[in-house]
């Protein structure tokens, strides 16, 4: 343990609280040398992440949590002390004190205490189970408690109170919220937003009672304790939890005479000095401008100010740096349900208008204020749905002049809802509210010499807190780079100054058959991993050779090479084609021969289909070859081409359908398979409304109507999510496929690389109109030419597997080394629920090559002992 | 290492022959085995870049695989790199250095002679 007395002559800074703020404190002071700092801290642990404390009963540990380690502190030359809780403050010596009589002399002490739970007085609440909600040693008492519990309650229906009965739920407690307002977050939503908000938590599974005042808790019937509430009613719990609000930890200040408000919190100014100008006050036990803020980014900000004035860091106009206040808007998620409030949310503003848009069913609900002249936003509740949030934000926050109806901003899309255009902010506009980068700082960076968006962000920062705003900064940036003639480049990478579809023109136009040739007429240098892949994907759409043949041989990525896709170890997996996922008995027994002889781990896929792990690459072709010899093809799960169409049974079996969907999909599968795309594309087809194949998550969706089949465009499952678009309705069979070969036909001459048709065609000029044009009505001539490339794409189909087991010199890729038949040591697997994964580093054991075998099983069983 | 066989190793520094030049595949890769068993290489064929041959250490430091003979192989700033397949960074193949991360792959000195492809070890 330090004495904390310092030999340097730097200036002593005593930092008291170590939470998120006194945390932030440290960091932002120590960018500064001429400081020594030392944090005290009441608790036994350093900083740790607060906001996301509930993480830590969905598995988080308290060193995922933490902000910092001791070690780090060690490297920002920072003294600490933990369980060090001060409790004496010498102002005319400028010395602390704390409760184990260690001393520490300051040049300027910060106040960063934080708060506590406010636990109202109740007759015979304090119990043994009687609990709150703030630190990680409460979340242990949480879960020792519900260890011994079956039902649980919140007092307090807050922000807080809701992410407390979220934690009990996933303790797995019957849980319920008792607040004693009318409504759930009565501080950020309004009493509409608050009726809609109740729905969804109760429909999630947790109680909610509201206009609940708790009288008195006393010993229960069923559980440990009953609250009997004003009204007579009662409720039975085994555990207590208090959420209803917090308290500044303003004790130090009160007994050492600092100035405090009315109502506690530290008295501090702009600077964030208290009433002592040698201290300062951050962070929730802060009371400025008569106000504590519970959130933590006004802290932080409190934290960056106090740095910048003990250090006397000004602007560039020679200012001071001033706390003047924080915006209150928030947009959240709790337990599922999409919360906003900006603003003034209760239209408590002299005038004030609203709009309110309520969507029952579907569980959404709008609201904005304006002010009595409807010319500036002063508030919203979105309960729901939250996507205007970052839009409505700016209005309010730049007091943009609001179009002629305001309620066209939070009514469902009708097509022309006005957006707000990024010319239409101000340079003081956030548009990164984590790191506070405002539109002015983009235009900064680029005046400073930044050339590409992802230039700005290194510059500035912006998008690198929760990356929300990433749309916004790449919209502004662009902007701003057009403005100044600056031309936001396209080219696919160094070698070709071209963009995807530029190169398509010029292979199919110029008749080029080989990425050499294409390399020399326009291209330069060598080529690399995202032109080669390119050039071998387009000259495969347009020519369609067998893509390992020898002049594409080398473009391939290799999962296109091997025609399996490389797993962490360097294994590959084999996916045979399951068209429409019907597959016979004796098929699928063929399947399990082969995994069970090769000793492959085996997984039905997503796509209805069976996914075959671990097959070494001299492997491939003999798994193949028993495969290919049994009537199966390549699944081409390797490609940016056709994975799979999903379907369900149809009308063939099931009572409810009304088109025969198993043979559609079946058809399309076989129709499109092998087709080389910008990326890759998933089909589905349902056999009514009932819409079991999802075929709306899908490139391409077809449902089956009374009439025929409604054909949907777009989808999209995974990474970004997107409903598909309606494109046409009641087509007969021979008219979805001529749409659906001209919808893929163009989206495969026009789709930027590794583009899904998805923001394919929202980024198509016009986009679903435009698309319906040019496939519907021909606008622009090309549909002959589309349909004759897909028919001859679809003649000249083969089975590459089937090509690459009758190729003698193509299955010399397939050796392992090229002078010797040795497997590689380095893949090796163990077993897990009975069957082989890859062998992780610890697990693998120092052998020397083993001559290679058919099958996996020797160097399984090799390690299997080991471990 | 034990001292005696490092010795061996300095001592017994020569050309061998891998495989023949046959064996090679234009702007791509093969792996051969080093005798010593434990050690692999990515033998590279770029008919059109300055030295056309070059090997390097079959081993992905970042990935911890035996994969990079399976990489593409091309230019970043005219420096003659393959890239990972399991990640996608370049290594050069000229220094054997990662151009995205602080890593390094073994660099082995090649030629062809005669058809037939030889290493310096």
Redesign the interface.
Known sequence: MSTGKQLSSKAKIVVVGNGMVGHHFVEEMSKHEDYQITVLSAESRLAYDRVYLSSYFAGKTAADLALTTPEHYDELGVNFETDAKVTNIDKVAKVVTTESGDSFAYDKLILATGSYPFVPPIPGGDVEHSLVYRTIDDLEAIQASADVSKVGVVIGGGLLGLEAAKALKELGLETHVVEFAPQLMAVQVDAGGGRLLKEKIEALGVQVHTSKATNVIERGDTCRYKLCFSDDTVLETDLILFSAGIRPYDNLAREFDLELGARGGIVIDNQCKTSDSDIYAIGECALWNNFIYGLVAPGYNMAKVAAKDIAGVTNDKGEAAEFTGADMSTKLKLMGVDVGSIGDAHAKTEGALTYTYENQPEGVYKKIVVSSDKKLLLGAVLIGDTSEYDSLLQYMLNEIALPESPEGLILPSSGDKPTLGVDALPDTATICSCLNVTKGDIIAAIDCGAVDVGQVKSDTKAGSGCGGCAALVKSVADKELEKRGVEVKKDIC??FAYSRREIYDLVSVGKIKTFDELLEKHGK?????I???LAGSVLASVWNDYILK?PH???Q??ND??LGN?Q???TYSVVPRIAGGEITPDKLIVLGEVAKKYNLYTKITGGARVDLFGARVEQLPLIWKELVDAGFETGHAYGKSLRTVKSCVGSTWCRYGVQDSMSMAIDLEHRYKGLRAPHKIKFGVSGCTRECAEAQGKDIGIIATDGGWNLYVAGNGGMKPRHADLFATDLDDETVVKYVDRILMFYVQTGDRLQRTSTWMENLEGGLAYLQDVIINDSLGLNDALEAQMAAIIGTYQCEWKTTIEDEDAL??FK?????D?A????QFVTEREQIRPAR?QEKIDV??IPSTESNTAVTEAVAEEV | MSLTKENQAITSKAWRTICHTSDLVKDSGISALLESEDEQVAIFHIPNSEEKIYAVGNYDPIGKANVLYRGLVGCIDDEPVVSSPLYKQHFSLKTGKCLQEEQRISVYDIRIENEEVQLYL
């Open positions: 160094e070698h240098g060598l080529g690399c991993e032109c080669k892949p020898k041989l080398s473009l990525d290799t090479t091997y490389m962490k170890d360097g010399k890729r392992p080394f090229v002078n010797s040795k590689d040591s380095n893949i580093g020397k090559l």
